[in-house]
């Protein structure tokens, strides 16, 4: 049985930093892509920033370009999501996808449908 379960969300003060891991279990997660998604009040779930099976090739949104990293440790079965210089706007439940085997970063972060499992969610809020 497939389980991915996120960690890592919290409180925090503009200009901040937090790291989100996601760690997966039940499969061998250098076989897909995978990336994290989020989701705020009212708005649509949207792309943060994914990773190939190798770690090669990564997409980010626009958004958080210059701010976000992403990285992944296949031996460990974990992906990362290194948060700098959080922004209120980026206040959402924050969740980790594993794409299905075909699909690259980009596809996966571009559409969730392409998304296999998916984690339960970690909370991130930024104040002002």
């Known amino acids: 049985q497939v389980q991915v379960v996120e960690s890592g969300g919290g409180l925090v003060q503009a200009g901040g930093s937090l790291t989100l891991s996601c760690t997966a279990s039940?499969?061998?997660?250098?076989?897909?892509?995978i990336g994290w998604f989020r989701q705020a009040p009212g708005k649509e779930r949207e792309g943060v920033s994914c990773?190939?099976?190798?770690?090669?090739?990564?997409y980010y949104a626009e958004s958080v370009k210059g701010r976000f990293t992403i990285s992944r440790d296949n031996a460990k079965k974990t992906l990362y999501l290194q948060m700098n210089s959080l922004k209120p706007e980026d206040t959402a439940m924050f969740y980790c996808?594993?794409?299905?085997?075909?699909?690259?970063?980009?596809?996966?972060?571009?559409?969730?449908?392409?998304?296999?499992?998916w984690g339960q969610g970690t909370q991130v809020t930024v104040s002002s």
């Open positions: 039940g499969l061998s997660l250098d076989d897909y892509a």
């Open positions: 996808a594993v794409g299905d085997a075909i699909t690259t970063a980009t596809i996966l972060c571009r559409n969730s449908t392409y998304a296999r499992y």
């Open positions: 990773i190939g099976r190798s770690g090669g090739t990564v």
